[in-house]
Each structure stands twice: as C-alpha cells, then as structure tokens.
C-alpha cells in the first residue's frame, strides 16, 4: 500500500470523534487516538501497553469480550468505565478482531460515548414516573368523589355520569399503568445486545402463556420455524403484546392462527384472527408511527411497542386482511448469519 494511503487511514484513525483502541494479539494497547484521552482523562502514555481492562468498569463485560475476539468474533454492546478523574462514563461499543493477509495481527474497539444521553434519560424517567404518581393519585380522588356522589344521589340520569367519570378515571390510569410498564421494559430491553435466538423457542413460549391466561380463546400452530433470528428479551414482550391486541379486541370464540413462512432473506411470522378487522384507514394509525397517531390512538401501547422494537432488529411490521374476516400480523425479521 502506498505511503500516502497509510498516511490517510491513520489521519482518520487520530481525528475520528469517537473513541478508538489498537491491540496487538495479547490484548496490550499498542495505539489510541485523541478522543480515548478526553474519553478516559487517562494520557497516551498511560494507556499504551496496558490491556484494556482498564477502560471496563465491570469485569463480566470485559471478559465477553475477550471470549469473543478468542473465538474470532466481534463484539457489541453497553458498558460503564471509570475515568483517571474517577467519574463514570457510560458508553455503546464495538470491538473486531484485525486480520492482514489471513494472519490475525491484533484488535481495534471504538466507542459511543452516551453518558449525556444516559443522564437524560435517568432525569427523564424520574419525571414521568413522578408524574405518574401525582396523576394516579388525583384519579383515584376524582373516582372517590364520583362513588360518593353516586351513592349520596337517586337520580338515575345523573347516577349513569357518575358511573361514566369512573370508567374514565379506570381507563386513565390503566394506560398509566400501561405507559408504566412499556417505559421500564424498554429501558432495561434497550441496553442488552442483541443475540442470535432459535424462533420457535420463543414463539411456542408466549403462545403457551397466552394460552393458560387466555382460556376462552383458540390456538392454532401452524409451521413453526428454527431458523435464527437477531433479537433479544424485548422480542418476546413484543410476541405478547400481539397475542394480547388479538384476545382483547377480539369477539367472543377467538381462534388466533401461528405460523411462520420464509424469503430468502427474511423469516415472517403471521399471527392471524377471527376478530372483527381493522379498516385500511386504521392500519397504520394502530402503530402510532406519527405522533398524531400516538395521542389520538394512546390506548395502542402495545403495538407501538411492537413496531419500535421490531425496527430496532432491521425488520418491520404490517397488517392485512385474512380469510376468516380478522386481521393478521405480519412480523418481518432478517435472518442471521448462520456462523453468529
């Protein structure tokens, strides 16, 4: 390679913003560019020759990323480090393992810091949670009013108001309740990297728990497949969500349909029911994708849900009409590599 090539790869290497790591083979820091300094507060000359474990606040994570790089395979993921000045950063990376001319030479890792990002969301979801607090705290008052009015009052018109604020207030803090629980699950779901998961496996185990919460309803497994997908715990919550919208806005004798089908490069799962439909007006509004959708449609927590967690694994997710006159899923996910 030409001296003025190299040259420009390593102006890259040293002006990139995020910070980057070289290894040699015994995992001993041979190079690092300016933004590992201001990263770390650690020098140049403090880091080169040192393994990296320094940069890892938690052992566990540093040793999956050994055991990967061991095996010739890369690593992704979140992890906290403690800077020379000893706070906390917290940050997403990637780490390879550098092969030249099929010898492998060393490694490289770059890094996201995402402290800021971190500390926003922290503040953020002490606010919404209080906020919550105060909101489930007055709807309980407001119920507590209308039970006392509809006791202390005969008049059946305004009897039938009462009973009217208290469905509200139920329906109010119900989807706080709902907004709840998404909010934690996607902050905990969020940061675990995603894995290589047998489908079936986590198919049959949602449809089994639907099945003994949902006695009343029937499940129809089709071809289910073994293929593997690039998901984590949040695929299985997003599985639930959709058997759950099936059950719950569905008629009575509910059959809901599982099956998968395949593409070249995709894997489809269906999950199809006898319910009453969705119009073609609707079938985009259901997922929230515009945000007028999300506050004119906030009962559908759980299917936006399921769109953001499914675009987060690079697939997407559709509705369409089926023949037993009810609407079918369609989950779209890329297949992995079968080496990962």
Known sequence: MPDSNLRLYEEAFRNTENPMVITDTDYIIVDVNHAVVEFTGYSR??????????????????????????????????????????????????????????????????????????????????????????????????????????????????????????????????????AQDLEQVLFEGFEQPLQATQLDTVLRNEINRAEDEYDDAEFIVGSLSTQKVAVNDLFATAIKNVL??????????????????????????????????????????????EEKDQLQHGEGFGLYFVDLVIDIYGGNVQVTDNEMGGATFEISLPKTNVNW
């Not at 969301?121 to 906020?131: D, N, W």
């Not at 349909?257 to 009453?276: C, F, H, M, Y």
């Open 45 to 178: 000359d403090e880091l080169i020759g040192n393994v990296p474990s320094m940069l890892f606040s938690d052992p566990e994570t540093f040793q999956e990323v050994l055991n990967l790089l061991n095996a010739n395979r890369s690593w992704e993921g979140f992890f906290e480090a403690e800077t020379k000045q000893g706070d906390m950063v917290y940050g997403r990376g990637s780490t390879i393992p550098l092969f030249v001319d099929g010898e492998k030479r060393g490694y490289s890792g770059i890094f996201i810091d995402l402290t800021d990002r971190r500390r926003y969301e922290q503040a953020l979801k002490v606010i919404h949670r209080v906020l919550r607090h105060d909101l489930r705290n007055e709807m309980s008052l407001i119920r507590g009013y209308a039970e006392t009015l509809e006791s202390e009052i005969s008049d059946p018109e305004i009897t039938a108001y009462t009973s009217n604020i208290q469905e509200i207030v139920d329906r109010l803090i119900s989807r706080s309740n709902n």
């Open 244 to 289: 759950e919208n099936a059950v719950i806005h569905n008629r009575t004798d509910t059959v809901i349909k599982i099956d998968t089908s395949e593409l070249r490069d995709q894997i489809i799962v269906n999950i199809a029911d006898n319910g009453p439909g969705i119009p073609d007006e609707r079938k985009q509004q259901i997922f929230g994708r």
